[in-house]
């Protein structure tokens, strides 16, 4: 699979069935080229606009599956929210 695809796919918690949007960016092992976390976006600052605060990393072992459109993720969102740099 490439990134372009895996950036079009949906991430659902499956603990809060929530969205929590499509990937923006990946974390990779540089020594291994393991994907280590997926990066997603968090919500905007006023009613999901003006840019953003925070983003999800979701570490690799947290993803349960990849199907066509989506990807399911069990995380405890407090954990993995993140402020961006």
Do not use: Y
Not at 21 to 45: F, M, R, T, Y
Not at 53 to 64: G, K, L, Q, R
């Amino acid at each position: 699979m490439r990134f372009c695809e895996l950036k079009q796919k949906e991430v659902i918690n499956v603990c809060t069935c929530r969205s929590l949007g499509c990937i923006s960016d990946l974390e990779i092992d540089c020594h291994s080229g393991a994907i280590l976390a997926l990066i997603v976006p968090g919500p905007g600052k006023l009613c999901w606009f003006l840019g953003r605060d925070t983003e999800f990393i979701i570490p690799w072992d947290c993803i349960e599956q990849i199907g066509d459109d989506i990807i399911l993720v069990r995380i405890k969102e407090d954990d993995c929210k993140k402020p961006c740099l």
